[in-house]
């Protein structure tokens, strides 16, 4: 069963730092798009980054300049770094995958567990 596991999160202070990782496993033929979404208290899931197969990123507008996003398609993970970090970071993140699993004729949509990051003043 091909999933997303993911990793990191947690309570920091404004203006800290914090590492979100997340590893996909099982039967993959091939990973498309991945990227990280922000579901904020009281919100519609947002995105915040994604990034290509090839290595190409969009940004939200509200973290571009302070969160990386990056992939290691050796290791099938994908990575945000999140830098400068404000209370309206706050929120439950979700890795994303657009997987092709083997023996499956087309790509599926994998979600992982989400994790809490929380940001105070």
């Known amino acids: 069963q091909v999933q997303l596991v993911q990793s990191g999160g947690g309570l920091v202070q404004a203006g800290e730092s914090l590492r979100l990782s997340c590893a996909a496993s099982g039967s993959i033929s091939s990973i498309g798009t991945m990227g990280w979404y922000q579901q904020a208290p009281g919100k519609q899931r947002e995105l915040v980054a994604v990034?290509?197969?090839?290595?190409?990123?969009n940004y939200a507008a509200s973290v571009k300049g302070r969160f990386t996003i990056a992939r290691n398609n050796a290791e099938n993970t994908v990575s945000l770094q999140m830098n400068s970090l404000k209370p309206e970071d706050t929120g439950v993140y979700y890795c994303?995958?657009?997987?092709?699993?083997?023996?499956?004729?087309?790509?599926?949509?994998?979600w992982g567990q989400g994790t809490q990051v929380t940001v105070s003043s």
């Open positions: 994303y995958a657009y997987i092709t699993p083997t023996r499956v004729v087309g790509g599926i949509e994998y």
């Open positions: 990034i290509g197969s090839g290595g190409s990123t």
